[in-house]
């Protein structure tokens, strides 16, 4: 304890204001940085999918159809790249030196730029909104987030905006995942062997090689796109013997594996999660991982199951319908180490352990309906119908955001040493389950009963089953109010304060620092058994 | 899940001609791709639910039984402790593989395969072409082409009117084919990607700029079915729907005999009013019917267009887009270099809308557009809006442009 409060005597030395933030090389400062970034951005895009619903709550216009495709797209590239990748990010630079017992990341500098590179990616997907009030170009992006050419070709300057911010997140994204696998890989206390590694370190290892992997086509795609708008190129025009259906493939190469980049994440965190508030060990540590393995490699070879519609040759529809639908095996075998490990628990229901139950829950959904629409034929039914719409949701809110939020509370007493309020947790995880399937649900069946996604406007069979999802829609978005106000409480200082182990069934490097840790974790490395 | 909750929301589904029994089906199936599709989609969804029951059943027991405050010990193992345990716990795995490759695996594979035979016993070719945002519908060998687009009244959208049973769902043209014969769809688009989607017929396939894809139908039962484009394509995609209406053999060759009879009266109604000089006041009323159903989706109304997309036909107006629009128009004369729109000279008017503005949204209309329809708008155009050039375009103006396009 004298080393720690050695450390908070440094304290006084920190520089004060701005300047402590900007020029941070510290992975506590840094990774809180990440988390309040990407709450900011999870407000933005919330706003945005409210205006969504505001559209949809009944079949007539409330934006011109330009905004309203403004609208979904920002929407879309926001929550991917702004919201959820930051905060899962955030979490691995503040929690991934503490778990195995290093003072910092490998390269803090580096560290630094990597965040900084994201607020002015964040100011270019928005600005344009902002720009068009002044008379300048048509607003921001308005192509999905899929950015499909010809269409994004033909866009206005909201399209290179988008480009720019891809840019800039792809930077930041390669450079904390370079970052991340250094420290992993030099920066371990001694006896923590790579099979000994804390899970949620394991899960990061393996998205940080997927964003390597698959983040350069995305960029060079991009980089692409921009020729076609503003060089005269070809890539993708058909008339200069370009192929639009590249683009498709160059996105997907990205954009599929991207899911698993949000989602693993959160797939690491779960276990601990569990596991300390079951009081039992994780079951299946080594199954999981290699389970890790095995979808971080599946992810990269099945990309074209999003273009089941785009007349693939019967060969490639089979092959990338069979490899998609083996991802199912390893990703049961996550689910089965996570009710494993709550099986003959001694459960306690804090609000992270309703979360992760929920991410669950949620993600089981999302996983059981996407196998679904792995079937190439069906998926002519499912492809771009709000079936679709409901079942990445499921996927990507009830995973990774439920994950995040699950991780949030885990670790806000670690991070602030603060008690937040259980009682309006609680709430907020209740709300966010109703209002959750009441938006969700009716999206399933809309779908079926063939609602296209992307359009603000609906023929009248759909009327009720959209103002349903709409009403969802509130009381979700709502309920995130409630996490904004708990965090800004604790923030403020108020709550107990929490002790160095914060849960009673808290395992790990981590829970053996105080709370709130000292500036740099371990000075003296921890040894491991 | 998905069943499950089903059975709650079946009130709310209101009832449609189209629709199935149950809320979790697909609108009834009417080929053999989409009754497939059904069967597979019943089988899928009746699995995925009893794996949800029961993992969420296993998972609740769990919850209310291993808790704390009921005195639970936590036990403390991290894996299988026997061969046997070891053994058990692979069986949801070899299940969940069973089903993936068997159960979901072997018909995938026939239905891809069934899919993918376009050709094979098919009696009739359809070209159905995507642009923004209608469709266009060719039946080569028969002669027989024309646009299919929205006719639900702006008001309607705009919640001035009450809204028809089929809002947004609606066409002044819908593609007619025979029942009981396999039909080959051949898609393509003009601009951007589409996707031609009725989901009666379990029939969803991109129209891709560039490209040919195709796809089959082989409808069993006479009726109109409905459907829309299910790939974004720009501001107009919720307004470009996708009606066919499905016909016995006889009625089908009914409409071919009246539907040539009446390409063949239109050539000889183009011929007879190209010959004819009108007044400006004809022009003006013809040509703000033919503005209203083919342009006033971009250029709105009000001839004001969208700022940064769609230009105003109003001169005067201040207008910025993309470099390469803004050149187009700049060469064309319909812009000064202070950015502001102006009317440019007839004979490039003409062309444009003969031609369309390749590398712009703007397309061509020659062939849709009579000489008559394209003279009438223009001169609606030029005197409208605030434009009083007095420009009066004769048909046989565009009869003269249409032939000097044609010389090499």
């Known amino acids: ?78 929550m991917v790249f702004a919201a959820v990748m930051p905060a899962t990010t955030g979490l691995a630079n503040y929690l991934i030196p503490m778990m195995i017992g290093a003072p910092d990341m490998a390269l803090p500098r580096l560290n630094n730029w990597g965040f900084w590179l994201l607020p002015p990616a964040a100011v270019l997907l928005v600005m344009p909104f902002f720009l068009m009030l002044f008379g300048i170009g048509n607003g921001a992006i308005d192509t999905g987030w899929t950015m499909y050419a010809p269409l994004s070709v033909q866009g206005g300057i909201g399209v290179d905006f988008a480009i720019f911010a891809i840019y800039l997140m792809g930077a930041s994204s390669l450079l904390s995942s370079i970052n991340i696998i250094v420290t992993i890989f030099n920066m371990r206390a001694p006896g923590m062997t790579m099979m000994k590694l804390p899970i949620f370190v394991w899960s990061w290892l393996i998205t940080a090689f997927l964003l390597i992997a698959v983040f350069p086509p995305l960029v060079a795609g991009a980089t692409m796109l921009f020729a076609d708008r503003h060089f005269g190129t070809h890539f993708f025009n058909a008339a200069g013997g370009g192929d639009p259906v590249l683009w498709e493939h160059l996105f997907w190469f990205f954009g599929h594996p991207e899911v698993y980049i949000l989602l693993l994440p959160t797939t690491g965190i779960l276990p601990h999660i569990l596991s300390t508030f079951s009081r039992k060990p994780i079951y299946g540590y080594k199954a999981q991982v290699y389970s890790f393995w095995a979808i971080g490699a599946l992810s990269v070879v099945v990309w074209a199951h999003h273009m089941f519609t785009s007349g693939m040759p019967v060969a490639a529809q089979l092959y990338f319908m069979y490899a998609t639908m083996a991802i199912s095996i390893p990703v049961a075998v996550l689910f089965y180490c996570w009710f494993a490990t709550i099986w003959q628990g001694s459960m306690t229901f804090e609000t992270p352990m309703l979360f992760a139950l929920g991410y669950i829950v949620l993600f089981g959904v999302g996983g059981l309906t996407g196998l679904v629409l792995s079937d190439a034929v069906a998926d002519q039914q499912y492809h771009n119908s709000y079936f679709l719409v409901a079942h990445f949701h499921y996927a990507l809110f009830g995973g990774p955001v439920m994950g995040i939020i699950a991780a949030t509370y885990y670790y806000l007493p670690k991070i602030t040493g603060r008690m937040y309020s259980e009682t309006l947790g609680k709430w907020h995880f209740w709300q966010t389950l109703v209002g959750f399937n009441l938006t969700f649900i009716p999206q399933f069946f809309l779908g079926i009963a063939g609602m296209p996604r992307r359009i603000p406007d609906y023929a009248l069979q759909f009327a009720h089953l959209n103002m349903l999802s709409s009403i969802g829609a509130y009381i979700l978005g709502s309920a995130q109010l409630l996490l904004v106000y708990n965090l800004i409480q604790v923030m403020r200082g108020v709550g107990k304060k929490a002790t160095t182990q914060v849960w009673e069934g808290a395992q790990g490097l981590e829970f053996t620092l105080s709370s709130p840790p000292p500036y740099h974790s371990f000075e003296t490395q921890p040894v491991i058994q | 899940m998905a069943l499950l909750s089903g059975l709650g929301l079946a009130a709310l589904v209101a009832p449609d001609a189209a629709q199935a029994r149950y809320p979790w089906e697909f609108p009834t199936p009417v080929t053999p791709v989409a009754k497939e599709t059904l069967w597979v989609h019943n089988i899928f969804l009746t699995f995925i639910s009893i794996v949800f029951v029961v993992v969420l059943s296993i998972m609740l027991y769990s919850l209310f039984f291993h808790r704390k405050s009921r005195g639970a010990k936590a036990a403390s193992f991290t894996a299988p402790r026997t061969k046997l345990q070891f053994a058990l716990s692979t069986i949801p795995f070899l299940i969940l593989a069973f089903v993936d490759y068997v159960v979901m695996g072997i018909p995938a594979y026939h239905a891809v395969l069934a899919m993918a035979n376009t050709r094979a016993g098919s009696q009739m070719v359809v070209k159905v072409t995507g642009m923004q945002w209608k469709w ?83 409808i069993d039962k006479p009726g109109v079915y409905r459907g829309q484009c299910a790939e974004l394509c720009g501001v107009g995609h919720a307004f470009m729907p996708v009606v066919v209406d499905a016909v016995s053999d006889d009625q089908f060759k009914q409409w071919v005999a009246k539907e040539q009879a009446r390409e063949q009266a239109a050539k000889a109604q183009q011929a007879a009013a190209t010959a004819v000089t009108y007044t400006e006041a004809q022009l003006v009323t013809m040509g703000q019917k033919v503005f209203t159903a083919n342009c006033a989706a971009c250029h709105q109304a009000s001839g004001m267009g969208i700022p940064g997309t769609f230009p105003p036909i109003a001169a005067g107006h201040a207008f910025s887009a993309a470099p390469n629009m803004i050149a187009q128009l700049r060469k064309r004369g319909f812009i000064t270099p202070g950015g502001k729109i102006v009317e440019g000279p007839v004979a490039s008017h003409i062309n444009i809308v003969l031609q369309g503005i390749a590398g712009t949204p703007m397309p061509p209309f020659g062939a849709s557009l009579s000489n008559l329809d394209i003279a009438s708008v223009i001169t609606f155009e030029r005197n409208s809006f605030g434009n009083h050039t007095g420009d009066i375009v004769q048909p046989a103006q565009v009869q003269a442009a249409r032939a000097a396009n044609q010389k090499p």
């Open chain 1, 1 to 78: 304890m004298n080393a720690a409060h050695a450390h908070e005597a440094h304290h006084d030395e920190l520089p004060r204001g701005i300047t402590r933030w900007l020029f941070t090389t510290n992975h506590k400062d840094i990774g809180r940085l990440y988390i309040g970034f990407s709450v900011i951005m999870f407000l933005v895009g919330g706003i945005l999918a409210m205006l969504i619903r505001t559209e949809l709550l009944r079949p007539t216009l409330l934006f011109p159809p330009e905004i309203y495709n403004q609208i979904i797209t920002v929407h879309g590239l926001v």
């Open chain 2, 136 to 218: 266009q519908y060719e039946y080569p060998g028969l002669h027989i082409k024309y646009l299919s687009t929205i006719t639900t009244p702006q008001a309607q959208i705009h919640d001035q009117a009450p809204k028809n049973k089929h809002f947004l769902r609606q066409v002044n043209h819908p593609l007619v084919l025979p029942v009981n014969e396999k039909i080959r769809v051949i898609l393509a688009s003009k601009d951007v990607i589409h996707s031609w989607w009725v989901p009666a017929f379990g029939v969803k396939e991109d129209s891709i700029p560039g490209f040919l894809r195709e796809t089959w139908v082989k």
